[in-house]
């Protein structure tokens, strides 16, 4: 699996958008990106993911750079219920969950 | 409602002695995995299994053992050979897919082992 790297942590005023950023610049043309995020002492949620195409659902949008190695994971109006630790895995079957992002929504 | 079912929340053992971990799913998933996760940190895979009857390391297998004996079930036994038992374990399925896509992921709420 390629490796990802982001920020250990970041901030983020409620009602903002949160913007995530990840870089995977070994990820081979097969490999799908992958959000999940942990709230405190719960199991992963999944939140999105995608190849090559921008993503959006409920939850995100998935923004992919043209070249793959790297995406960005936007919330676009940042709650409270929003702190959490975000991963970004890059994976063909298995998932790898690395250190994460540690987001803290403040209001 | 579908879902993953770990039991117990929390287990106290001590040290030496075997441990079993429970995790039932009715989401009817054909995979199944067991993570480990200590404080600060990710999660790390211990197992996994795509069928019944079959199941393949993770990157930490050592000291675990697990079964797949029904599609609905995947314990894993934390054995008296693994030198640092106390974490929190995460339990998972998901839709045997593609090896392409891995989306979808269902966890667990997990157990807290603490070994004393």
């Known amino acids: 699996d390629a490796k990802t790297t982001q920020p250990p942590s970041m901030d983020c005023a409620e009602g903002r958008a949160a913007n995530l950023p990840c870089n995977h610049s070994?990820?081979?043309?097969?490999?799908?990106v992958y959000w999940y995020r942990q709230i405190h002492s719960q199991g992963p949620q999944y939140i999105i993911h995608?190849?090559?195409n921008n993503e959006t659902n409920e939850m995100a949008s998935l923004i992919i750079t043209e070249d793959r190695k790297s995406s960005t994971l936007i919330l676009p109006h940042a709650t409270l219920r929003d702190t959490a630790v975000y991963y970004c895995?890059?994976?063909?079957?298995?998932?790898?969950f690395g250190a994460g992002t540690t987001v803290t929504v403040r209001a | 409602d579908g879902g993953i079912t770990q039991s117990p929340k929390y287990l106290f053992r001590k040290e030496g002695q075997n441990v079993t971990l429970s995790c039932e799913q009715n989401?009817?998933?054909?995979?199944m995995y067991w993570y480990r996760q200590d404080p600060g940190q990710g999660l790390r895979l211990i197992y996994y299994?795509?069928?019944?009857?079959?199941?393949q390391k993770g990157d930490i297998a050592e000291g675990y053992s697990v079964s797949r004996e029904k599609k609905e079930s995947f314990p894993l036994t934390v054995t008296s050979a693994q030198k640092n038992p106390t974490a929190f374990y995460l339990c998972?399925?998901?839709?045997?897919?593609?090896?392409?896509?891995?989306?979808?992921?269902?966890f667990g709420s997990g157990t807290r082992l603490t070994v004393v």
């Open positions: 998972a399925s998901s839709k045997k897919t593609s090896p392409f896509q891995a989306y979808g992921y269902t």
């Open positions: 070994t990820i081979s043309g097969n490999e799908y």
């Open positions: 995608g190849l090559k």
């Open positions: 895995i890059v994976s063909d079957y298995k998932l790898s």
């Open positions: 989401l009817n998933h054909d995979a």
């Open positions: 299994s795509q069928i019944v009857n079959d199941f």
